[in-house]
């Protein structure tokens, strides 16, 4: 990683940014990394190659890893020209777990349910699944949106289920979690924009005359737009703020627990007199920043979800 | 840092997992779990009413056999009630004939004994004058003219006796 140990000062910011960014190889331990295949579409047409290639600094058909500058860390040419790359990094390759472990779940819980009917009370992991799928459907789509809620339903379900997926593995510090997906501001966009797509483009017309034409004092509305204007711009920051709320408070959470394991290595260069007493009071604040984090892992994939059932709520009920 | 722009590399893989996520789940997973779940709850709630249908309907076949029984008790009192009356009407309709007719029987009886004795009487008498008659011709020796004349003389003296 680029915890680089300059005359023994330990890189901080590094460490931290390094576990909280994306990387083209997954790192376990010193010495246990993963290589991930790189898929870059340059000038040349495609490349397809694994990591390790481009170890320490290595070129490879021309592509490094930029030390510096805008792209620093990315692959760029020689030129210092960045390809259209769709390689599978640590985040990309922890999001297809995610993906593969909700098809998994959630198809196998539906084979269930074709092969038994629902005669047959479910148990263990169908019995979970079914608590959640229930309460999403009920309590979330059904509470907020009213009727016609079947349509949002399975949205909701899968968002639900994406996000929350997404955070527990983001907790777990070894291989088939760690990464920091639902804290990367390009999947908690992705996320936001479907939520955009839900809210606005089934609407019914009522809700676009809210916007462009509120029901407010005319000096509001002319000559000078000024609802319509905050109602528009209103349109995009619901969106925007799931984004940032999302992308803010794993990133945090993530950052605060690194920082705290951090303190072990800091004070390891100050004596064992400090190193002893203040690795315990790191490893019980980890403890509870950890459950802490389990917690915010479900807060935020059930805050994210009942924000996007209101919205779209708000917009066929106006 | 970069952390505020999102990698194309990335968005590029999560708009298309996404989407194929959900795609699939939106198909042929929640559907069939959401489905089953309200078919659940419907056979729930359908069972509890037919339970509670069932209940209602045993209560009011105990209340309609219970009343039928009442029923029929105060039937059965009625009917023997009734059947006491008859059989009495029975018996003093009898007592009744019985008397009427001994009393026919005695009235007829009394009739016959009188006309028996009225008969007897009208013989003895008409013994006693021919007796009294033959006596009479005997003591005096003979015969009596005209015997119609003397009988109806001594009839006439037992008339006055």
Known sequence: MRASKEEGKVDIPGIIFGHIGDSYEWHIAEGAVIPLPCILIGDGGVDVFMSDKLEHGQTYKGYHIADEGDYAGKIVTAEGVRPFDISITKNVLELLIVCVLLCWGVLGVAGWYRKNGYRKAPGGFVGVMEAVVNFIDKDVAKASIGHGYERFSPYLLTVFLFILTSNLLGLIPVFPGGANLTGNIAVTLTCAVTAFIAINFFAPKEYYKSIFWPDVPMFLKAPLPIMPAIEFIGVFTKPFSLTIRLFANIMAGHIIILALTCIVFVTAQMGAAICAPMTVVSVLFCIFMNCLELLVAFIQAYVFTILTANFIGLAHNE | ?161
Not at chain 2, 121 to 144: F, H, N, P, T, W
């Open chain 2, 1 to 161: 840092m970069n952390l505020l722009t999102p990698d194309p590399g990335l968005l590029f893989w999560m708009v298309l997992s996404f989407a194929v996520v959900f795609f699939l789940l939106a198909r042929w997973g929640f559907p069939v779990i959401v489905k089953a779940i309200n078919e659940r709850k419907e056979f729930i709630e359908m069972s509890l009413l037919s339970a509670k249908h069932a209940n209602e309907k045993l209560a009011s076949i105990q209340a309609e056999s219970e009343k039928l029984l009442s029923d029929a008790k105060t039937q059965q009192k009625a009917i023997i009630a009734e059947a006491l009356q008859e059989k009495q009407k029975i018996v003093q309709a009898a007592q009744e004939e019985a008397q009427t007719s001994a009393n026919q029987m005695i009235d007829e009886a009394k009739l016959s004994i009188q006309a028996e004795k009225e008969r007897a009487l009208q013989e003895v008498r008409s013994e006693v004058a021919s007796l009294a008659l033959d006596i009479a011709e005997k003591v005096i020796g003979e015969r009596m003219k005209d015997a119609a004349l003397q009988k109806q003389t001594i009839e006439k003296m037992i008339d006055e006796l």
